[in-house]
């Protein structure tokens, strides 16, 4: 018994409409620009690590990463306690000063709104992966022990 | 000789117009425009001046011996008698310098020909993986649109070839060709610099920068990354055995770099952001004296490396004089010609300083050969460390003065010095704008050195002799 011609149509439709809206969820999750209005409360998110680059339009070191943070976000997308940002601070300079950015690009890490860890290794996306994850792991027991 | 303390700042500045407490003082007055370019009425004036200028003050004479207490008064001079090495003294450097090069010198690197370099800014770091970073927008380059940069700059090569170089080699008819050809410049080379990292005839990735618009001063680039380089630069230099003696020529590659940066400090210290948030720049002389003064071989061996610069250029001054300095700017064209010439030929540079640095003394033991290859490969490495250098215009200016040196190393050591003519010497045109652009710099900080030094040693003799704690002019 084969499904009408238009019933299998409308099914079709509605398969290929749930993938765009899944795609499209997953692409505006992955790297999370950060403002004055919206920082401060998002790093205070429970249970959340936010691994954080904060960089200048004008800074050629932070143009010449490329596409290595977005890359990260897609890589990073399947941890539910890790969240993956970005300042841009010639728009957001309030933000910069207030978690002490003298130089850019800076990659930091967040946890329950205090800044954790600051990333100094070599910019690639296995090394980021690697250390971010590290320090969720450190955050999820220390939690541990302090309840 | 331990090698000089690395200094946490890197890239120092080209001068802003002096502040007017500094114009004022004596003999520190810099006059960058109409010099040259005058109404006839206001030219036959300025000459006057010049004349006056020039003949209010006698030039030492080359041969003469250390002063010491004979002239002048003692203890007014703290550097006096032969810079080290080298076949001039401090006083005859401090006057043909205020004189004669730094005037020259400061219009010539205004000019279209040696204003605009062509430089790669983003070769990976051979070293160790990039922790590049900005701190101040003051340290990112500002490039130049392609419609700015001259339009012979663009154009390929139409010189010698290096087939065509290599090909005249050995040939009899090369003997014969070197004597009856009067002609020293055949077009602008690109061959590399076998002094250097760069691979300049490659054109991929260059960058094209209008240094007039990308000044080398107080970037913020500190901290262990610039630390390092300055690490490196040296280690390159240190001998593997350390209890072994340095050789003569060991000893002058040390000193060309230690000279160097010395200059990159003073130009720090001349040009420095002394309040952030209100983008106040101006001189910052206790870091001069912290970084350059306090340290007496420092400010040797910016003299020297200083010496060892001018007597590359005017080593090469047949070819220099010659070369095509073409832009598509026919009257500043010409002007650069004249003011090279002025350069290389100046009568009382000449009689004053004739040799500023005695070439032929290195390579003489039995070992010459093998000691300047092994020196070469030591500079080579020297230069590819900056790449490595975390701020972009740090990285700039440190690219552009290593291919400065490394070019006056090349004229000094890789050409034959005993042929009249020069056949052999072939230079890039980007050689030559980084060899002019660094002999400014490094007369830029002598000046700034012979002007300053003196004030800042009295006030910082008072300091020690009294609690009340001066504060420096700026």
């Given amino acids: 018994m084969d499904l009408a011609p238009g019933r299998r149509a409308r099914l079709l439709v509605a398969l290929a409409l749930v993938v765009l809206v899944a795609l499209a969820a997953r692409s505006g999750a992955e790297v999370i620009t950060l403002t004055e209005e919206t920082f401060s409360d998002k790093i205070k998110e429970k249970d959340t690590v936010w691994f954080v680059k904060f960089c200048v339009p004008w800074c050629k070191h932070c143009k010449n990463l490329g596409t290595l943070w977005e890359d990260l976000g897609k890589v990073m997308e399947g941890a539910d306690e890790i969240e993956i940002g970005q300042v841009d601070c010639g728009v957001s300079k309030p933000v910069c000063s207030k978690v002490d950015i003298h130089s850019y690009p800076t990659f930091k890490v967040f946890y329950e709104g205090e800044e954790v860890a600051k990333y100094k290794g070599p910019r690639n996306v296995e090394s980021l992966k690697n250390f971010v994850s590290d320090e969720a792991e450190k955050a999820g027991e220390a939690k541990l022990q302090d309840s | ?474």
């Fill in chain 2, 1 to 474: 000789m331990p090698p000089q303390e690395p200094a946490p700042a890197a890239n120092g500045a080209a001068p802003a117009p002096a502040p007017a407490a500094a114009a004022a003082a004596a003999g520190g007055k810099r006059r960058k425009r109409g010099r040259w370019a005058a109404a006839a009425g206001v030219g036959a004036l300025l000459v006057a001046l010049l004349a006056v200028a020039v003949s209010s003050r006698s030039f030492p004479a080359a041969s003469s011996s250390s002063r010491g207490g004979d002239c002048g008064c003692p203890g007014t001079r703290k550097y006096t008698g032969m810079v080290e090495d080298c076949c001039c003294d401090y006083e005859t450097v401090d006057a043909i310098n205020e004189e004669v090069l730094h005037p020259i010198l400061q219009e010539l690197v205004t000019l279209p020909f040696f204003r605009y370099f062509k430089v790669k800014l983003w070769c990976d770091c051979p070293f160790w993986p990039d922790d590049g970073m900005c701190r101040l927008r003051d340290c990112s380059v500002c490039e130049c649109p392609e419609n700015e940069f001259p339009e012979p700059f663009k154009k390929p090569y139409s010189g010698l070839s290096p087939d065509s170089m290599i090909c005249q080699e050995g040939k009899p008819q090369a003997t014969v060709d070197r004597t009856l050809d009067a002609k020293v410049f055949k077009g602008w080379i690109e061959t590399d610099n076998p002094w250097t990292y760069d691979d300049e005839t490659d054109n991929a990735e260059m960058t094209y920068v209008n240094l007039q618009l990308n000044p080398e001063r107080y970037t913020g680039y500190t901290g262990d990354s610039a630390r390092r380089i300055w690490d490196s630069v040296y280690k390159e230099n240190c001998p593997k055995y350390p209890s072994e003696e340095m050789c003569q020529e060991k000893k002058a590659l040390y000193k060309l770099i230690s000279g160097l940066h010395s200059s990159i400090s003073v130009h720090i210290a001349y040009d420095y952001l002394l309040d952030e948030s209100a983008n106040l720049w101006g001189h910052n002389l206790p870091l001069l004296y912290d970084r350059v003064l306090k340290y007496p071989e420092r400010v040797q061996n910016l003299y020297f490396t200083y010496l060892f610069v001018l007597r590359a250029v005017t080593k090469a001054a047949d070819y220099l004089e010659q070369a095509e300095y073409n832009t598509g700017n026919p009257e500043e064209d010409l002007k650069t010609q004249s003011l090279v010439k002025q350069l290389l030929y100046n009568p009382k540079l000449r009689s004053a300083c004739p040799l500023p640095f005695d070439e032929a003394k290195l390579w003489q033991g039995e070992n010459g050969p093998e000691l300047k290859q092994e020196i070469q490969k030591q500079f080579r490495n020297i230069s590819a460390i900056m790449d490595c250098v975390g701020c972009e215009k740090c990285r700039l200016w440190g690219k552009l003065q290593v291919l400065g040196l490394g070019t006056a190393l090349k004229i000094l050591f890789s050409v034959d010095g005993e042929n009249h003519l020069n056949q052999s010497l072939q230079l890039q045109r980007n050689e030559v704008i980084a060899l002019v652009n660094l002999l400014n710099r490094l007369s830029e900080s002598v000046n700034f050195v012979h002007e300053k030094g003196p004030s800042i040693e009295d006030v910082i003799k008072q300091q020690s002799s009294s609690t009340v704690k001066p504060v420096f002019p700026i």
